[in-house]
T-cell receptor, first 109, second 114 residues
């Protein structure tokens, strides 16, 4: 069965510092990977998809199939990036997502 | 469009009481989902409905039932609430478009069982 692991429950950085949120997965097929974000008092929303290979709000994530990782990176963190971040995996067929445990990011001024 | 809506926003139950969480989406999506969110455990899938008329168990279905009333509505029922069901419950719907796959989430229901 597929599994998504986010090893850091809490991550704290200072404004302007680089940030990396780690995500590792296990899945025997070819997965689709996503990052979802939940800002305080807001609903969960999609941040980015690996297939889009785009940068959203300065964040990027590269799928590394060899290391089975999909880490989220931003070179210069902003205070408004403070939120809960979830990595999620979708199987090749079907519509279900498997979520990781989440990482609470705090960007300090 | 309202997107995904959930009622109620908050609920307190006593052990053994029952209740139904309501969810509706106005985006004409085929698939809908119920998750629970617990600290340190992420979002766990309770039940899902791939299309109108079908429902399937997710990762943590015990103690819950669902009904896909029509394409818009997907309800979650707790027949006999237990303290272990204290959680935040999210409903979601999904689509695959030109941009790719995405799940859209409701605002959540915060449930406390005493």
């Amino acid at each position: 069965a597929q599994r998504v692991t986010q090893p850091e429950k809490l991550l704290s950085v200072f404004k302007g510092a680089p940030v990396e949120l780690k995500c590792n997965y296990s899945y025997s097929g070819s997965p689709e990977l996503f990052w979802y974000v939940q800002y305080s008092r807001q609903r969960l929303q999609l941040l980015l998809r690996h297939i889009s290979r785009e940068s959203i709000k300065g964040f990027t994530a590269d799928l590394n199939k060899g290391e089975t990782s999909f880490h989220l990176k931003k070179p210069f963190a902003q205070e408004e990036d403070s939120a809960m971040y979830y990595c999620a995996l979708k199987e090749t067929s079907g519509s279900r997502l498997t979520f990781g445990e989440g990482t609470q990011l705090t960007v300090n001024p | 469009n309202a997107g995904v809506t959930q009622t109620p926003k908050f609920q307190v139950l006593k052990t053994g009481q029952s209740m139904t969480l309501q969810c509706a989406q106005d985006m004409n999506h085929n698939s809908m989902y119920w998750y629970r969110q617990d600290p340190g455990m992420g979002l766990r899938l309770i039940y899902y409905s791939a299309s109108e008329g079908t429902t399937d168990k997710g990762e943590v279905p015990n103690g819950y039932n669902v009904s896909r009333l029509n394409k818009r509505e997907f309800s979650l029922r707790l027949e006999s609430a237990a303290p272990s069901q204290t959680s935040v419950y999210f409903c979601a719907s999904s689509q695959t478009s030109y941009d790719g796959y995405e799940q859209y989430f409701g605002p959540g229901t915060r449930l406390t069982v005493t």
